[in-house]
């Protein structure tokens, strides 16, 4: 039986990240006014995307594969429906699920930018100048990692592990960072209920190589910091938690 919905209720990037972690083959169909966007997930990742109807930036030509989610992640109105089964035609699409999400979010947050300075009509001013949140967080998170001489690696990660921002060395997949997040809070909330220890704050986990320190940084968000295996552990707290601070004050 199909999934049908209307995205009032449940967002395009909501059903890609629960399409995705199901790991099945599926098609999601997506209408909005006169344009139709197909999405096929394979293996827990999106495989496809092709457009029916929508245009490229230039305004020829149908998008397809990454431009494809990019433009249907910016839809707030339509419905959908969601085939299981449904086996993809081709393969345009080869980057990570959570790294897709991540740039579309990029993408709409400088569209709904944009929008607001033309709105203004041209004046110039603060306000108009102000970075979007996602490039405050990346300034921010890669500023840490550069004036730290202990953290090596930063991510701002959500309740059920996807990444929103991060600064990681060049050879850490970035989903898995999110998965494993996840994961460990998911066994050390439990752990401090179980022991009555209250709400979840903070967690270490400590390796030959290094430490994972995973802390709260406002509501249904995460931040994680990778340390290496000599650093100084008071130091490293103290950035940890500034540097949560920063990211619950950035989005509000």
Not at 24 to 46: C, H, K, M, P, W
Not at 174 to 189: P, Y
């Amino acid at each position: 039986m199909a999934l049908k919905g209307d995205l009032g209720d449940l967002d395009v990037a909501d059903l890609i990240q629960l399409n995705c972690q199901s790991g099945t083959r599926a098609r999601l169909i997506v209408q909005s006014n006169d344009d139709t966007i197909e999405v096929y997930f394979d293996g827990g990742q999106v495989v496809h995307a092709q457009s029916l109807g929508a245009q490229d930036a230039s305004g020829e030509g149908a998008l397809e594969g990454e431009e494809a989610v990019y433009e249907v992640l910016t839809w707030e109105k339509g419905i959908f429906e969601v085939e299981q089964g449904m086996t993809p035609p081709i393969t345009t699409v080869t980057m990570p699920w959570s790294a897709l999400l991540m740039e579309g979010m990029r993408r709409l947050d400088e569209r709904r930018y944009d929008d607001t300075s033309e709105t203004s009509g041209g004046k110039e001013s603060e306000e108009m100048a102000e970075e979007t949140r996602s490039e405050k967080l990346t300034n921010m998170l890669r500023n840490l990692v550069d004036m730290s001489a202990d953290v090596k690696g930063v991510a701002v990660v959500s309740m059920d592990g996807l990444i929103m921002r991060a600064e990681l060395p060049a050879q850490m997949e970035q989903a898995r960072v999110g998965a494993i997040a996840a994961a460990i809070l998911s066994l050390s909330g439990r752990s401090v209920q179980q022991l009555q220890r209250g709400a979840f704050k903070q967690t270490l986990v400590q390796g030959e190589d290094g430490n994972i320190i995973i802390t709260s940084a406002g509501k249904n968000v995460l931040f994680v910091a990778l340390t290496s295996s000599d650093a100084n552990m008071g130091m490293v707290f103290l950035e940890v938690r500034e540097g949560a601070d920063a990211v619950a004050g950035i989005l509000g």
